[in-house]
C-alpha cells in the first residue's frame, strides 16, 4: 500500500514536470484566466445586486405612495343649485385641508345677491380632517348663468394638505362650468338613492294595505 501511494506521488509530480515542460504558457496564461473570471464575476454580482437594490427601493416607494391621501374637489348641480364635492380616494387620512381659489366667478348668488367662492365655509375655513373614502357636499348657491361669456365660466382652486406624518401635498383644479350649461340633472342622482327610495315606499303601501285589510271573520 505504502509503494502504491509512493508510486502515485512520484508519477503525479513527472506528469505535472512534463506538462510545463511541454506547455509553458499553461502556467502563465491560467492564472490570469482564473482572476479575469472572478473579476468578472465580480462585476456581474454587483450589476445585480445594485438592479435588486433600485427595484426594491421602487417597490417600496410605491407601495407608500399607493396609502398616501388623494384629495379632489369637484363640483355637482343636482337640482339646480351648486355643491361643493370634497373627497379623499386615498387610502390614509388627509389633514389641513385647504382651498384657495386663484380665479373665482361673478355669477353666483345666494338669496338674490352675488357672493364669491372664497366667501363660502369650506373654502375660507378648511377642512381639519378628512378620513379615507370620505365625501363631504356643501352648498354654494344658484348660479346665473344668463349672458355669461365663456372667459368668465372657468374657476381655478388650489388644493393643499397634508398626511397623518405632516408630508405636504399640493395640485390645482382647473374647472368650466360651461360643461354643465343644459346638463340634466339626472346626471348627478346617485341610483342607490333610487332605490331606497322605492323600497321605502313599497313598504309604505304594504303597510297601508294591512291597515285597510278587513278583519278576518270566523263560522262558528
Known amino acids: 500500500m505504502f509503494w502504491t501511494w509512493l508510486f502515485m506521488i512520484v508519477g503525479s509530480k513527472e506528469m505535472t514536470n512534463t506538462m510545463q515542460q ?3 504558457w499553461v502556467s502563465l496564461y491560467l492564472p490570469l484566466a482564473s482572476t ?21 427601493g421602487r417597490l417600496v416607494e410605491e407601495s407608500q405612495r399607493s396609502r398616501e391621501p388623494s384629495v379632489t374637489v369637484d363640483f355637482e348641480l343636482p337640482d339646480h343649485t351648486l355643491r361643493l364635492v370634497v373627497a379623499n380616494h386615498g387610502l ?26 372664497s366667501q363660502l365655509g369650506p373654502i375660507k375655513n378648511g ?19 344668463e349672458n355669461t361669456p365663456d372667459e368668465q365660466m372657468e ?6 394638505y397634508e398626511d397623518e406624518n405632516g408630508k405636504k401635498y399640493e395640485h390645482t383644479v382647473d374647472f368650466d362650468f360651461g360643461q354643465m350649461k343644459g346638463l340634466l340633472t339626472e346626471s348627478f342622482r ?12 313599497a313598504e309604505r303601501d304594504r303597510q297601508l294595505h294591512e291597515r285597510m285589510r278587513p278583519p278576518s271573520s270566523f263560522c262558528q
Open 22 to 24: 511541454t506547455s509553458p
Open 36 to 56: 479575469l473570471i472572478v473579476a468578472i464575476a465580480t462585476v456581474v454580482l454587483v450589476w445585480l445586486t445594485s438592479k435588486y437594490v433600485c427595484l426594491t
Open 92 to 117: 390614509s387620512s388627509a389633514k389641513n385641508v385647504r382651498i384657495s381659489v386663484t380665479k373665482d366667478v361673478s355669477w353666483l348668488q345666494r338669496e338674490q345677491e352675488a357672493i364669491d367662492l
Open 127 to 145: 377642512i381639519s380632517f378628512l378620513t379615507p373614502s370620505r365625501k363631504l357636499k356643501y352648498y354654494l348657491g344658484s348660479p346665473n348663468w
Open 155 to 160: 374657476v381655478s382652486l388650489r388644493i393643499t
Open 190 to 201: 346617485d341610483p342607490n338613492l333610487a332605490v331606497a327610495q322605492a323600497i321605502r315606499e
